[in-house]
């Protein structure tokens, strides 16, 4: 059965850092590409980033594109996304994503950046 | 940026066939996909490449794609069908886009 949980969520001040872990399971995690999508509180969907399987092609929404890291480590089956500088506007749930579609999802993990 | 505009709702009693309509410039030319995101769950993918369905997902729902408007099609509504369904595609700028999102509500 295919599993992905996200960790690493929680409260933050504006200005500060979070990084987001994606742990997958039931499947072969080095031959999917990954996404992270958030969700604000009571909004619709929002792509953050995209990794490649190899990690060799990485891309960001504008929003996000210099504050945030996406990476990955096969050997651990794990994904994760570095978020740096995050603003009020950054606070939603944020799930990883398996594929170039998300065919499965995550449950997510809130993270609320508040002063 | 590329737009893709969804209804903000859609209402249908149980037994109806509901649309839920895509609009983005030339959509037909993208491959669409669609998820189904109830209260407090996370996105399921009901329909991908326009009109695939992934396994465990019900023959009532499908997808198609052509000019300017992606439709996902529910036939039969069920009350569990109520939901916000989401389209989505890849820009040509490497960027994923999705829809607003539309409410299904069954009367």
């Known amino acids: 059965e295919v599993q992905l949980v996200e960790s690493g969520g929680g409260s933050v001040q504006p200005g500060g850092s979070l990084r987001l872990s994606c742990a997958a399971s039931?499947?072969?995690?080095?031959?999917?590409?990954m996404n992270w999508v958030r969700q604000a509180p009571g909004k619709g969907l929002e792509w953050v980033s995209y990794i490649s399987s190899s990690s060799s092609t990485i891309y960001y929404a504008d929003s996000v594109k210099g504050r945030f890291t996406i990476s990955r480590d096969n050997a651990k089956n794990s994904l994760y996304l570095q978020m740096n500088s995050l603003r009020v506007e950054d606070t939603a749930v944020y799930y990883c994503?398996?594929?170039?579609?998300?065919?499965?999802w995550g449950q997510g993990t809130l993270v609320t950046v508040s002063s | 940026s590329y737009v893709l505009t969804q209804p903000p709702s859609v209402s249908m009693a149980p037994g109806q066939t509901a649309r839920i309509t895509c609009g983005g410039n030339?959509?037909?030319?993208?491959?669409v996909h669609w998820y189904q995101q109830k209260p407090g769950q996370a996105p399921v993918l009901v329909v991908y490449d326009d009109s695939d369905r992934p396994s465990g997902i019900p023959e009532r729902f499908s997808g198609s794609n052509s000019g300017n408007t992606a439709t996902l099609t529910i036939s039969r509504v069920e009350a569990g069908d109520e939901a916000d369904y989401y389209c989505q595609v890849w820009d040509s700028s490497d960027h994923v886009v999705f829809g607003g999102g539309t409410k299904l509500t069954v009367l």
């Open positions: 039931g499947f072969t995690f080095s031959s999917y590409s």
């Open positions: 030339n959509v037909g030319d993208k491959s």
């Open positions: 994503a398996r594929g170039d579609y998300g065919d499965h």
